[in-house]
């Protein structure tokens, strides 16, 4: 359906993220599956990628993102380098940790991302903590913490939640519903009506929203952001969504009907969804390919990059262990 | 004597328990699909999603449903999936499960298998390559198994299952594909270490898969003419201290492999030990007191290869 | 309220098991304050006594129940030796723990009685076990598990009840809320509607009642438990209590206001509200009196027994460890 | 120098840390009523609950709460309540807080003091009593602290308070009681153990209360002729393995005594760590691998007493 006065130029800056964050992930998985040089598990996100696009460029920079072991989308969303984020996938000097890290780990402090995380539902307290700290320092800062629908199953997602509640914490919750937990269905090991239900009893506003639609959450996010500015209160955004690769880069995710994984291919991919919508409000076809063109070209020139870059300097395996007390074999 | 891998060999016994005892059952994330490593491949076609029980993302739960279960006269094997996330599920195995029998005066049991698949694989990074087996084995009311074998992972899982305590059963993550023969007849009595190597010169204890390692730098200082006794601990928790003070009082050198952190690692036990009841040469060889890279260049770093056995072997004698 | 063909011996059952669970704890409390036998902390229900005396004697005694630290109401309604459980209280030998465990982890499985906990909010899972076991062995046997209102802020409440509805198992949960946790009012650290709410929020069918009327809780119970037994489903009970001591028996509660306490003495004592329904439906008092004091004659007689009880073989300190290994010092 | 308990030098560290700097702050169940042990007496008064925070029955939380709020810039004071009841918080520490610097690369610091109460407290059973020291000890990325005195409590928490690093700070239950002279200028640098005594015949290696019951013993010693030099090491991540090495080359006798099980214990590191450097007669007196009881006369058995350490030290030459 067309809207009267459509932002074209914020539909194509929707677009624009949304394959920028599809060639990253299209590159990294080359990478992995063509060139060997992903060495750990790498999780996609290739179909959810509405989600950040329309989400996170309505934070500040300072603002604050936790992520989980699918956030190379939410990463580069919040504006870190997809060069530093590469060279941390192929465990490189320059990686945004060092090569460190790798892809479950990724962070970048300097545009507010503090972390994916390997431990399934551990960034939901934590980020509670984040927006906690922010409230003490009185900074300002709000915090947008994203989860997957297996974590709700997490006892973190219980006591964050009522975290937020009982201490008031300026925080939007976020559950990327891409239906699946691994290779299991999530509604199969889920009691009850889950996510929304289960947040909407801490008595935390709950919004419901297709998280295929990037015009749409992006139309939602400067409101729950302004609001939870305004109102220092947390807030819970269920988004509904699929992942269309499998769960980690070798997994060929044969525990689910292929047809259902053609059928949203074909009728709900969120990016081909914008690219619709742009063309119905008349956007002319060669800028909307150019979209992906242009980020296909970035994240070759990404790879590129990455594949080039040195390994960490080997004297830097005791770096950042901590500060007091030696690491080495049998310091004194 | 059939050759299988490591991780099948896990699955066969498992099943071959699961047709002995209906009591015995399985429960952990993805189980139904036969578990992320294949270690409980076939075993839903045969038993059923009531007996091969996948599970919510829930460590808490999945340990503590299978301690209420066990309460009441099942026999759980728990899967872990990483021995990192075991850690999820702490109060439950420490406070609940570890200490029941006692604190309720031996009116009940549990009788649990607790597998925690540990140890480095290439670039899993600092949340996917613990070995805490050391923990463990501080831990009253635990055994401590670390097979490093498919022969071993066959008749160690055979002994956990049919065990009463609850059994903490740590598998390494990087020999799942590892094969060898297995003999269904052979069983395994806890505390009870395997000679993998004889030799007069020097005693090298290991466990999991640096003993495999070892082995392997046994049959080079063979070849420099020193006898390296290689004990292969297996349990942990009992531990065979008399085959490893039998050993060290007749070669007067003690060198100790682990993966582990070596701070605090078992091998101080094991050092500790013998230099209170029978001092010698004694060094131990751990990782360093740091994190694990994602990095292969640093995660090397963190590594105990043969060839630092080799090499610690030799100075043994400098 | 008066009525009709009200049933006065279900009413003096409920009040001598009333009367029963206060003169123990009666009894524990003189232990430990003017005797100085008992050790450790002891938590009493006294003000709580209706939720056990209503609920449990629904069950047989083959089904099971899980408590927590404030257990011994719990424990003696199942139907456990109060002298085994004093002779625990006080870590002596032939206590159900062999004097191993005390108060916070009394246990009589012969009674079905699966254990106290010392851990907050642990027994909920771990209940869930116990039913998903029953359940797998096709016993029929279901189970009761009781924790406070604090514990609905830990982590094993959500993957309890989750648990317990994806497994669709035979399991009652009774949040047995005092209104306290230690010395926090549970509200102020509480987001949202509490207990019930969250219950409802896993599907699982949720009743509030008034947990300090007796009568009230023995009409529901053999309705809950038939249904359970039926359809093998877990329901919710809220049972709003409160707790008429300090938390523990060295608690003197500072942290609420008197006028509280005492209001609640006066005007909703459990045991008070059912003398006066046994009264007002004509139960002769002296019927109703000697309630309390055949309680209080057992209970003393317990006490008593108890103290004379010797302490445990020296020798048993390494029994019941485990079966492999030996615990000794240095052992071979 | 002022005369206090134990508890009141915490309570004094921390309400001087919290006037210097605005970023510290406490947060742990019933804090706002002073803590269950006092050791917060009179803090809420002055710093007001948001300083001073009470929390809900969340032990995850607790801990993962404050890890986010340190990742921002403040400098949590996490309260365990009983290091037992820290179990239910043990990803949040071990995967989270510990390896959040090293896996981001250098991007992110944990400045967090995590207080455990441990120890046996007369009657409190299995579930209230344990010391997991070790544990901590073998995770890199922590530093841990047992303090055993007043002064320790006050100088110790002034640095874990300060510390960049995320401190697990294991206070003795038994002692907070204990009273004694704080020099509040004293100041305390992580790894150098304190003499508690002198003495060139005997080197006695000890932490937490068990340091006291030592120092004690040293002088029943120092009666019969025997010289112990008894090391307090305070901290055991690190620690001070130079005095211990120097200690023993003078002595060539070391007792290590330790209230925690011996198997798996800290005393077995220190025990290695000398039979690798500098071997001598070795001794570990610790907790049987057994659990603790609510029967007095059988929680005895486990404990580590004056008495042993005296009857230890005597054997050490038999
Ligand atoms: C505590 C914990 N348990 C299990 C895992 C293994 N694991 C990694 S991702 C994943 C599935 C998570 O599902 P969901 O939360 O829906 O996120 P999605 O992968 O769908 O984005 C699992 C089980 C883990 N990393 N952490
Ligand atoms: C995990 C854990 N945290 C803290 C404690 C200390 N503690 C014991 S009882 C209690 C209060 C529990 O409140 P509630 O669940 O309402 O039960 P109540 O005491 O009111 O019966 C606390 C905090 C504990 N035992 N376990
Ligand atoms: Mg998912
Ligand atoms: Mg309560």
Redesign the interface.
């Known amino acids: 359906m067309n809207r009267a006065n459509y932002d074209r130029d914020r539909g194509m800056a929707l677009l624009r993220m949304m394959e920028r964050i599809r060639a990253f992930e299209e590159q990294a998985e080359l990478a992995a599956t063509r060139d060997g040089l992903v060495?750990?598990?790498i999780h996609l996100s290739i179909g959810q990628e509405a989600i950040p696009a329309g989400l996170l460029p309505s934070l500040d920079t300072t603002d604050?993102l936790?992520s989980t072991h699918r956030g190379h989308g939410h990463t580069l969303a919040k504006g870190a380098s997809p060069v530093a984020m590469m060279k941390?996938l192929l465990?490189?000097a320059g990686?945004?940790?060092?090569?460190?890290?790798?892809s479950?780990?990724i962070?970048?402090?300097?545009v507010g991302m503090?972390?994916a995380?390997?431990?399934?539902?551990?960034n939901i307290?934590?980020?509670?903590?984040?927006?906690?700290?922010?409230k003490?320092?009185g900074d300002g800062?709000i915090v947008v913490d994203i989860f997957g629908d297996?974590?709700i199953?997490?006892?973190?997602?219980?006591?964050?939640?009522?975290?937020?509640?009982?201490f008031e914490l300026p925080i939007l919750f976020v559950c990327e519903d891409n239906q699946y937990?691994?290779?299991?269905r999530t509604s199969?090991?889920?009691?009850?009506?889950g996510a929304a239900?289960?947040a909407?009893?801490?008595?935390?506003r709950t919004t419901e929203i297709d998280g295929n639609d990037a015009e749409a959450i992006a139309d939602l996010a400067p409101e729950l952001i302004a609001r939870i500015r305004k109102t220092g209160q947390p807030e819970f955004l269920h988004a509904r969504t699929y992942r269309l690769h499998g769960h980690t880069y070798f997994d060929p995710a044969a525990?689910r009907p292929k047809a259902e994984s053609d059928r949203q291919w074909a009728e709900d991919d969120p990016i081909q969804r914008q690219r619709d919508v742009l063309a119905s409000h008349g956007q002319p076809p060669d800028q909307i390919d150019k979209a992906r063109s242009d980020a296909v070209t970035e994240m070759e020139a990404t790879l590129a990059d990455a594949t080039i870059a040195p390994?960490?300097a080997?004297n830097?395996?005791?770096?950042?262990?901590?500060?007091?007390?030696?690491?080495?074999?049998?310091?004194? | 004597m059939e050759q299988m891998t490591y991780a099948q060999a896990a699955a066969r016994a498992v099943a071959d328990a699961m047709r002995q005892d209906p009591t015995v059952w399985c429960v952990g994330e993805d189980l139904g699909r036969g578990g992320v490593f294949k270690q409980y491949a076939d075993l839903p076609e045969e038993f059923g999603p009531d007996r091969i029980s996948d599970a919510p993302i829930s460590e808490a739960a999945i340990m503590g449903a299978a301690f209420g279960a066990a309460l009441v006269g099942t026999r759980p094997i728990v899967e872990m999936r990483f021995a990192d996330f075991a850690l999820c599920a702490t109060d439950e195995l420490v406070n609940q499960i570890a200490k029941a029998r006692f604190m309720f005066g031996g009116q009940s049991r549990a009788p649990m298998v607790i597998r925690k698949p540990m140890g480095m694989w290439r670039s899993s990074a600092a949340q996917h390559s613990q070995s805490l087996e050391s923990w463990y084995v501080h831990i009253p009311g635990l055994v401590v198994c670390c097979p490093a074998t498919p022969q071993d992972n066959y008749s160690m899982m055979r002994a956990a299952i049919a065990c009463d305590d609850p059994v903490v059963y740590l598998e390494h993550k990087d020999i799942w594909a590892l094969e060898g023969p297995v003999d269904v007849a052979e069983d395994y009595a806890f505390g009870k270490a395997r000679r993998r190597t004889e030799g007069n010169d020097l005693t090298i204890v290991s466990w999991s898969n640096t003993a495999n390692l070892a082995t392997q730098a046994a049959l080079t200082l063979a070849g420099e003419g020193v006898g390296a006794n290689v004990l292969d601990l297996r349990s942990l928790w009992p531990w065979d201290k008399e085959s490893v003070l039998e050993s060290v009082r007749r070669t007067g050198r003690l060198l100790i492999a682990h993966e582990s952190v070596q701070v605090g690692g078992f091998g101080a036990e094991v050092a500790a030990t013998v230099a209170e009841h029978a001092p010698c040469r004694i060094k131990r060889l751990g990782s360093p007191r740091s994190l694990i890279s994602y990095a292969p260049n640093l995660e090397d770093q963190l590594r105990v290869t043969e060839q630092m056995i080799v090499d610690a072997a030799r100075a043994m004698w400098s």
Request: glycine letters at 22%; hydrophobic letters at 40%.
């Open positions: 060495l750990g598990a604050l936790l941390e465990g490189r990686g945004c940790c060092g090569g460190k890290g790798g479950m780990h962070a970048d402090f300097g503090l972390g995380n390997g431990v399934v539902g551990a307290h934590i980020g509670a903590g984040a927006a906690h700290g922010a003490l320092l800062r297996g974590a199953n997490r006892g973190p997602f219980l006591e964050g939640l009522n975290w937020a509640g009982v937990s691994a290779s299991t199969d090991m889920t009691a009850g009506d239900a289960r909407r009893s801490f008595g935390i525990y390994w960490p080997d830097t395996v005791f770096d950042d262990v901590q500060d007091i007390g030696s690491p080495a074999r049998e310091a004194f």
